[in-house]
């Protein structure tokens, strides 16, 4: 979009100083007499005494214009932020997660139930119900049996008993969580889950990892945080990472029995590593090797009271039951082992509804840091949609600032004088006012999309000042007086300014209350340079003669 938006700048000025000309020549009669339209009178009739009373009483209209600005920067302390709005897809994605040690046929079991549960429970929402388990072929999404991506395709929400997807949302886990208790849910979008994978390795909005040493310790430290964030104001879906609860056969040999029999550990551990399978030799067939693998039979390895009878031979011949030589047992293990920044990491997702994403972040930190002791040697760091946020913002650090002083660079370059383009630069301050109001009266948080918005309007405004202080210093130049300079300033350049907001806020509507797919993006930044547009206009025409003869520089430097 601002490529595009630049492209057609750069297009323009090079049609306004090329082919405009010649095509003035051309079209334009050759006698005219100048007159306003009927809108433009009625526009004047308006603004005539508008401005005739702020010449008359600057100081009032000054502190009214700061009296804006400070509502505008108290109501941007209490905005909440986000990285960009939440977009529509239409569709959901339901993540159901069970216990590690659950069974590919049961996955599929609880699976098949929540497809038929949620088409006979909302047949006027959704339209049909696709489930994949586990990973694919090609391992770019590590997912174990446990865990099964539900694909939800809705209908028109026209048809829908529900006011908005939320209630929807609210509705099904309710209907999931009593009808298949054996699971947790996860609800968000199909693209936006793989988005959150792709730059941030998370699903949810929110990943807080846990770093340290101690796999039991970190489990324990990421229940308690998980517990805490669930009370958080707008916290949804909340999960900690199952990193145990798998079952595994544990064999500790028994020295003692080993040397009562002359046996070599060795042997009853090749004997062990056959219940996965070990290497015994290779397989050749051309210049391709294959390994040749020994394993116990289905029959032996998935029964521990069969694999306990599993014969070892000692130096004499006999053979001696494993259970003789090695104390075996089921109990659970590790699941999986995270590691990350090389460090052992344990994860809590949670997603947020109903709040923005910094105030929820904000407050979330505030209560683990609270409740939540850390021992030495551990950390937190919160990322995921946050972490983008944070980083967008720090690049947004850097581009407003800088885009700021290249208008102000060209503004001095353009005028040679520091008062004036400072004067001009008023506009930048009021304007943003104005965007922040019309967030505001929408209930939209900043995000970066807003953040792109008012740096567009920044030129916008800009643009606006100096129509209005180029005339009226030419005119200052012909020998009329600051009053009536000013005055006959404005009044000629009304037209022009009102055209130039006019067209952009037209512009910029359709965005604006566009409800499409993508509007959500859009409309942020449409409506911040609505605003700032509308604010920036009354400022050009209001506050700027009310206070021009106070940055009026020297007459003489101005040429005609």
């Known amino acids: ?27 334009l009669a050759r006698k005219f007499s100048e007159k306003d339209s009927f809108v433009v009178r009625w526009c004047k009739r308006g603004y005539v005494p508008l401005l005739r009373g702020a010449i008359a009483h600057p100081k009032l209209v000054f502190l009214i214009a700061v009296a804006g600005f400070g509502v505008g920067v108290v109501l941007a302390s209490r905005f909440g932020a986000e990285f960009i709005p939440k977009l529509d897809e239409g569709d959901m994605a339901i993540q159901a997660i069970r216990l590690p040690s659950v069974s590919l046929e049961r996955s599929i079991e609880l699976t098949t139930e929540i497809e038929k549960t949620l088409l006979a429970k909302f047949p006027d929402e959704i339209q049909s119900v696709i489930s994949k388990t586990g990973r694919a072929e090609i391992a770019t999404d590590p997912m174990g049996v446990e865990m099964s991506d539900v694909f939800v395709m809705l209908k028109p929400k026209d048809r829908w008993h529900y006011g908005s997807k939320n209630e929807l949302i609210t ?22 889950l793989r988005v959150q994978e792709l730059l941030s390795g998370v699903r949810s909005d929110i990943g807080i990892s846990l770093y340290g040493d101690d796999l039991k310790k970190l489990k324990q430290l990421g229940d308690r945080i998980a517990a805490v964030l669930s009370k958080v104001s707008g916290a949804a879906d909340v999960q900690a990472e199952q990193t145990s609860g798998v079952p595994y056969i ?22 062990v590593s056959t ?28 029964n521990i009271e069969t694999l306990k009878h599993l014969k070892i031979a000692d130096p004499g011949g006999r053979h001696i039951p494993l259970e003789q030589l090695t104390d075996i047992s089921v ?33 979330a930190k505030r209560a683990v840091e609270k409740q939540i002791k850390l021992p030495p040697g551990y950390r937190i760091a919160w990322g995921g949609q946050f972490k983008n946020l944070q980083e967008a913002t720090s690049r947004l650090m850097i581009a407003v600032p800088l885009a700021l002083f290249l208008i102000l660079s060209l503004l001095y370059i353009t005028f040679n004088s520091g008062r004036l383009t400072l004067l001009i630069f008023l506009n930048v301050p009021i304007a943003t006012t104005g965007g922040i109001l019309a967030l505001w009266v929408r209930g939209m948080p900043f995000s970066i999309s807003a953040g792109v918005g008012f740096i567009a309007l920044f030129g916008i405004a800009v643009m606006n000042g100096v129509v209005l202080i180029e005339h009226v210093r030419h005119l200052r130049a012909a020998g009329q007086g600051i009053n009536d300079a000013v005055y006959r300033g ?49 400022l050009t025409l209001v506050v700027l003669p009310a206070i021009y003869r106070w940055f009026e520089p020297a007459i003489e430097n101005v040429e005609v």
């Open 250 to 271: 544990q064999i500790d040999i028994r020295r003692d029995q080993l040397a009562r029999y002359g046996i070599n550990a060795a042997n009853v551990l090749d004997a």
């Open 1 to 27: 979009m601002a490529f595009s938006f630049m492209s057609a700048l750069a297009g323009a000025l090079i049609l306004s100083l090329t082919v405009m000309p010649v095509m003035a020549s051309l079209f």
């Open 171 to 192: 509705a099904m886990k309710e209907v999931l969580e009593k009808v298949i208790p054996a699971n947790n849910f996860s609800f968000t979008q199909p693209i936006e």
């Open 490 to 538: 404005a009044l000629d350049r009304l037209r022009p300014v009102l055209m130039t907001a006019t067209t952009d806020a037209l512009g910029f509507i359709p965005m604006a209350v566009s409800t499409s797919s993508g509007a959500e993006v859009q409309q942020p930044l449409a409506t911040v340079v609505i605003g700032g547009v509308i604010t920036s206009s009354l």
């Open 331 to 363: 109990g659970p293990g590790v699941a999986q082992i995270s590691r990350d920044a090389v460090r052992r990491r344990f994860l809590v997702q949670v997603n947020v509804r109903g709040r923005d994403l910094a105030g929820f972040v904000s407050d």
């Open 275 to 302: 219940i996965g399978g070990k290497v015994v030799g290779q397989v050749f067939e051309g210049q391709r090797r294959f390994p040749l693998q020994v394993r116990l039979g289905p029959q032996w390895r998935e």
